[in-house]
């Protein structure tokens, strides 16, 4: 079964780093755009950034530009969020998603939580 | 571009139909003609999953009683005849422009 599974999420003080990973099977991954989304608690879905499949191009959503970083192995077909300087505002559950303009594999997403 | 759901809840007795509403902020009409707004479903505890995709296509697996209509910069997505299973939380998006952003999501609940 075509598959995404996050990790990495946790608890984190504001200021801090944290990196998330996403780990696909079973799909052509380095042939795929993929991006992330994020949900904050109660809240709607917010685009984080994506990257092409073989990682030349990213784009990023506003709120997280200059913070967050997106990048890729596809050897290990895997996909990470760097996010750095992480508020308090970031707390959210973290998708990644297949990105062919839709998004039509999600994974099951990952909980940060940013606070002291 | 911001979109804009109406109504932000609803609930819907069994059987009935079901309307929401999604307004852009600018035409998602690109210059290939194709309409840039989806419909995704995120059912409760749940990721999103895509129902409808470029204004009005279904895509694999979704039942027929979802449909996708409007134009330029008014979208509406239509449920025939609401079932348990509809219960969740829909969501606009567009990806004419990026950064890809999405409506605030409308709550469904049965009656």
């Known amino acids: 079964e075509v598959q995404l599974a996050e990790s990495g999420g946790g608890l984190v003080q504001p200021g801090g780093s944290l990196r998330l990973s996403c780990a696909a099977s079973k799909f052509s991954f380095s042939s795929h755009w993929m991006s992330w989304v994020r949900q904050a608690p109660g809240k709607g879905l917010e685009w984080v950034g994506n990257?092409?499949?073989?990682?030349?191009?990213?784009y990023y959503g506003e709120s997280v530009k200059g913070r967050f970083t997106v990048s890729r192995d596809n050897a290990e077909n895997s996909l990470y969020l760097q996010m750095n300087s992480l508020r308090a505002e970031d707390t959210a559950i973290y998708y990644c998603?297949?990105?062919?303009?839709?998004?039509?594999?999600w994974g099951q997403g990952t909980m940060v939580t940013v606070s002291s | 571009i911001v979109l804009t759901q109406t109504p932000l809840s609803l609930s819907v007795t069994p059987g009935q139909p079901a309307s929401i509403s999604c307004k852009s902020s600018?035409?998602?009409?690109?210059?290939?003609?194709?309409?840039?707004v989806h419909w995704y479903l995120q059912r409760p505890g749940q990721s999103p999953q895509i129902l409808i995709y470029e204004l009005s296509t279904r895509f694999s697996g979704v039942p027929d009683r979802f449909s996708g209509g409007g134009s330029g910069t008014d979208f509406t997505l239509k449920i025939s005849r609401v079932e348990a299973e509809d219960v969740g939380i829909y969501h606009c998006m567009q990806t004419l422009n990026l950064p890809r952003t999405f409506g605030q999501g409308t709550k469904v609940e049965i009656k």
């Open positions: 990257i092409k499949g073989d990682g030349s191009e990213t």
């Open positions: 998603a297949r990105d062919l303009g839709i998004f039509d594999i």
């Open positions: 600018q035409s998602l009409v690109s210059g290939d003609g194709k309409t840039y």
